[in-house]
């Protein structure tokens, strides 16, 4: 499995072009078989598994979310080590925010 970052572009707030519930997008992906769906905040971007090619998996996340939500977004697919360094610094910033959170938690 390779591991990809999603990068949905033409999300808008509000209109065709909305995805109400990033928790239900990470479902609603999950259900056509892309593995390990993380959304990074509700930027739009998706972390994810699959053993399918780049091109193949854009087209699938293209249309599933089409016919289940209803937008028609453009799917740009990276490689994790393709991030942009800054999503990768922001990220493991918010991890590491996370888990001190879940630390002081118990």
Do not use: C, W
């Not at 930027?43 to 399918?52: A, Q, R, Y």
């Not at 028609?72 to 999503?87: A, F, G, H, R, T």
Request: charge should be positive.
């Amino acid at each position: 499995n390779m591991e990809v970052i999603a990068l949905l572009r033409g999300l808008t707030p509000t209109g065709k072009n909305r995805i109400p519930k990033m928790s239900f997008l990470v479902e609603t992906l999950e259900k056509v078989g892309l593995k390990k769906v993380k959304t990074y905040i509700q930027s739009g971007n998706v972390i994810l598994e699959t053993e399918l090619s780049k091109g193949e998996t854009a087209k699938l996340i293209h249309d599933t979310i089409a016919k289940e939500i209803g937008a028609d977004l453009s799917v740009i697919i990276k490689e994790k080590n393709q991030l942009p360094v800054l999503l990768y610094v922001q990220l493991k910033i918010n991890l590491r925010r996370i888990g001190i959170f879940i630390k002081f938690s118990h």
